[in-house]
């Protein structure tokens, strides 16, 4: 069987949702201002994300929109993922012109998900129609502009952090500015910047490569992948679009290891003599060809995500066997 057509737990059409949430008053001595962003909702979220401060990330959406890839579409209030205990992206493919399709790590990306299948290893489905797609992120762009600068009475905030404090000690403040969106990007200006984007502007789709790229898997010092002979400073999982694609690089990863994180994963043990900190070295009892095997078949998986629809035409992936250190 194709890795690609690898089972889910559960697959399902879908549609993007969301529900307003403001989040914290923060006090200014001119006019206090209230954080607000975009729960999401989509089949299969925890009806817990504005306890968990799970947000959308609309850059995201848009990016994934144009272009496949992982995709920090799920991410914490603060703007950092991790905070919120989600620790994979969301993988998007675009198998044809008018589909996009997410598959979700249902551990890496627990807190995002319904109770239902988390204790359960694999991934989540979602199949967008990409009309519907796109006009529900267009939606969500029309939300910001609307909510944005708007003027909020104090007492529809009762639920807010700061609403009591700002009730307590400065009564003479009756409404509250909507000034700062969630998540903050690219800063606190994230609200004033989407508010200005054109909601109806095209969004060009995009291939991950230029046709012609060479992709090169291995483990080059401290680099796991060279783009054009040159080693790239893009995270890798950025190119997964598949959960097949992840599942196969975990594998690969099971072998190896940064000689940094040595310490930590054997007490005492260190790095071999003439080996940098950030480079790859081979896990203790670990076997090389096992090691090479396990990345032939992540290019593999690689290759066939990337031919699938406009994902990357014409661009070769191939993994090169290099040896590293042997950790004794």
Not at 15 to 22: A, C, E, I, S
Request: proline share 8%; hydrophobic share 40%; net charge negative.
């Amino acid at each position: 069987m194709e890795t690609l057509m690898r089972a889910p737990v559960f697959e399902t059409p879908a549609r993007l949702g969301w529900r307003l949430r403001h989040g914290e008053i923060m006090f200014d001595p001119e006019m206090p201002i209230v954080t607000y962003s975009l729960t999401p909702i989509f089949p299969g979220c925890s009806d817990k994300l504005a306890k968990r401060e799970i947000v959308w990330n609309l850059w995201a959406l848009m990016d994934s929109a144009r272009r496949p890839g992982g995709h920090d579409i799920l991410t914490c209030a603060c703007g950092q993922p991790p905070h919120a205990r989600l620790e994979e992206a969301v993988l998007v493919s675009h198998p044809d012109d008018e589909t996009v399709v997410w598959e979700l790590d249902i551990q890496g990306l627990k807190p995002a998900l319904t109770e239902v299948p988390t204790d359960r290893e694999g991934f989540v489905r979602l199949i967008f129609r990409r009309p519907e797609y796109e006009a529900d992120i267009r939606a969500m762009l029309r939300e910001v502009r609307r909510v944005q600068g708007a003027s909020i009475p104090v007492a529809d905030l009762v639920e807010v952090r700061g609403q009591e404090f700002l009730v307590e000690n400065h009564p003479e403040f009756r409404h509250v500015v909507a000034d700062l969106f969630e998540p903050t990007v690219h800063g606190d200006s994230d609200g004033e910047a989407l508010a200005r984007l054109d909601a109806e502007a095209e969004w060009p789709r995009e291939p991950l490569f230029p046709p012609g790229t060479r992709v090169e898997i291995g483990l080059f010092g401290a680099e796991q992948c060279l783009v054009d002979g040159r080693a790239s400073r893009v995270w890798i999982e950025r190119w997964f679009t598949r959960w097949a694609v992840l599942d196969a690089y975990r594998q690969w990863g099971e072998s190896f290891v940064r000689a940094y994180a040595l310490p930590w994963l054997y007490p005492g043990m260190k790095a071999p003599m003439g080996v940098a900190d950030n480079e790859f070295v081979l896990l203790p009892g670990g076997d090389m060809e096992t090691c090479h095997c396990a990345g032939e078949a992540f290019a593999a998986a690689l290759q066939r995500a990337f031919r699938e629809g406009c994902t990357a035409p014409d661009v070769s992936v191939r993994y090169l066997r290099r040896n590293v250190f042997r950790v004794p």
